[in-house]
């Protein structure tokens, strides 16, 4: 088994990773995101 940490922009990113590879994903949304009425950072 390996672990490769991989940062930065996922737009770039998931076009070097093959497909069916990846058996899980951490994800961060970006600040100052709405979802469902809730808001997840008021500072900016």
């Known amino acids: 088994m390996t672990a490769d940490i991989l940062v930065g922009d996922c737009r ?20 100052e995101l ?4 809730k808001t997840w950072d008021s500072t900016g």
Request: net charge negative.
């Open 12 to 31: 770039e990113l998931l076009r070097t990773i093959d497909d069916n590879s990846v058996d899980s994903s951490v994800t961060d949304p970006p600040y």
């Open 34 to 37: 709405g979802f469902m009425g």
